[in-house]
């Protein structure tokens, strides 16, 4: 460039990228979406395990996790994101695993410590939904909840009535209870109360959906420490904004109040009225939406198989929510490698599910019948696994492995057939789930059991499902 000539200032069209963060604090493990704003593709996404469960040696059934472990692994998948991408982070969606309770106080919740990210202090472990300690006898002892949804044992409200019983000096420890995903909602924007969504609200029991309040006096009749309770607020609402820097993302960016896992995976994948969605994980869901004007039972249907939870704009969603799933799957995978060891063999989780998978392929159908119920059902608590017909011939893993598969589908049609799709008028079912997609057999399975043609969802996940509730609605 000659001496004294003035450069030309170019001005660049191109507009730079912003995105929204999906984060769905699961059962095993968690996962961090960046979906770009306006095209709403998956720009980077991550998952880890949290290998967070806490060995149960009291006797009381309990099922719990470890609190800082589950947030370790939430800022390490976060941060194997594209920092670039997290500095033009719009808006933060969260969702998680419903039902379970964590316990914290208000203004000591977490520990920043001037870095980008928290870490977990002064909380419970997480009681999960799959916590067993209250019994049969004690939710019969509980109050009647003013609501359509029955209590079962893994509900926080369930928890914090065995708590009132067995420890009372538990709860006067903390100030603050929700779910994982409320927790993370509630550090982020430092909150010294819990929002809560009615998603969330209805999986812990003694909530009106149709009023979205919780039974307060029903709740203090009892003695229930109604304190503990959170503050309600619209599935789909803002929660409140970053209160710091987190992981890159902007101090201010708006953070929408937690939603569920199941509404947000439903979310992701259900793209037309007439779609029903099945999601095999850890556990397993056949759902579809009710109409419009659908109102739900004045009252809970505790042996009915079908309940209805809220979704979004006071929509609701017939579900059948198995507690047997992609569980019972790998409790199977368990005991052949706890057999194997016992034999002085050794084979890893990952290389036997691949055999497994490959024998059953071989075998197309099986004679063999595997009841899997292991964990019961929240409709019939009592009602546990079996196998039948078992003869010389079918003792093949080809042959278990296929039955156990469709043992898990037939289980949850028998809780919603086919028949009632077709009544609802469904004329589609979308297959998600971890299990699913990684499971040939069960897919196989699948397509047998259902008369409507069976479409897998790409992004049929609960981190994408809460990343396009907030694209959609902010």
């Known amino acids: 460039m000659a001496e004294g000539t003035v450069p030309k200032l170019t001005v660049s069209s191109a507009v730079m990228s912003t995105y929204i963060l999906g984060l769905d604090v699961g059962t095993t493990s968690v996962k961090a979406v960046l979906i770009e704003t306006d095209s709403r593709a ?13 060995i149960d040696s009291s006797g009381i059934k309990a099922k719990e996790q470890d609190t800082g472990r589950i947030i370790d692994a939430l800022n390490r998948c976060i941060g194997l994101l594209p920092r670039d991408k997290l500095q033009h982070v719009s808006s933060v969606g ?6 379970g309770v964590l316990f914290w106080k208000a203004k000591s919740g977490c520990d920043w410590s001037g870095r980008d990210f928290f870490t977990a202090r002064d909380t419970s472990q997480l009681i ?27 509900f926080g409200c369930s928890t914090i009535f065995w708590y009132m019983k067995h420890r009372p000096g538990f709860l006067e420890n903390f100030t603050v209870a929700g779910t994982i995903q409320d927790y993370v909602v509630s550090m982020l924007c430092g909150l010294d109360e819990c929002v809560m969504t009615p998603q969330n609200a209805a999986s812990w029991g003694f909530f009106n959906t149709s009023s979205n309040q919780w039974n307060i006096g029903i709740l203090k009749g009892a003695g229930f420490p109604v304190t503990l309770l959170p503050q309600c607020v619209p599935s789909g609402a803002l ?16 953070v929408g109040a937690a939603l569920g896992d199941f509404q947000c995976s439903v979310y992701s994948c259900m793209s037309s009225q007439t779609d029903a969605v099945l999601n095999i994980s850890t556990s397993a869901q056949l759902t579809y939406a009710m109409p419009a004007d659908f109102k739900p039972p004045d009252s809970p249907q505790p042996a009915s198989s079908i309940s209805y939870f809220p979704y979004f704009d006071s929509l609701y969603l017939a579900v059948a ?53 292991i964990l019961g059902e929240r409709h019939n608590p009592h009602c546990l696994g079996q196998v039948t017909n078992i003869s010389a011939s079918n003792l093949t893993l080809g042959h278990v492995t296929r039955a156990l598969c469709h043992g898990v589908l037939d289980n949850i049609t028998s809780m919603m057939p086919a028949e009632r799709l077709q009544q609802g008028g469904v004329s589609r079912i979308v ?28 992004n049929a996940d609960s981190a994408v499902g809460v990343a396009m509730v907030l694209c959609d609605r902010l």
């Open 431 to 458: 297959g998600s789930g971890s299990a699913l997609s990684r499971n040939e057999v069960l897919r196989q399975e699948v397509e047998k059991v259902f008369p409507q043609p069976v479409v897998y969802g790409q």
């Open 239 to 254: 929660a409140g904004q970053t209160c710091s820097v987190w992981h890159g993302i902007p101090a201010g960016t708006p």
């Open 321 to 373: 929510a198995s507690l047997n799933g992609g569980n019972v799957l790998a409790t199977f995978v368990e005991m052949l490698t706890a057999w194997m060891k016992e034999l002085d063999a050794e084979l890893s989780d990952s290389c036997l599910y691949e055999k497994l998978i490959g024998c059953a392929l071989k075998q197309e159908t099986s004679d063999l019948t595997v009841s899997p119920m």
């Open 42 to 54: 998956v720009a980077a996404a991550h998952a880890l395990p949290t290998t967070s469960d806490i």
């Open 94 to 99: 969260l969702s998680g695993q419903m039902h």
């Open 128 to 154: 999960t939904w799959q916590d067993g300690r209250c019994s049969s006898d004690f939710l019969s002892s509980l109050p009647k909840p003013d609501s359509h949804l029955s209590v079962a044992t893994g």
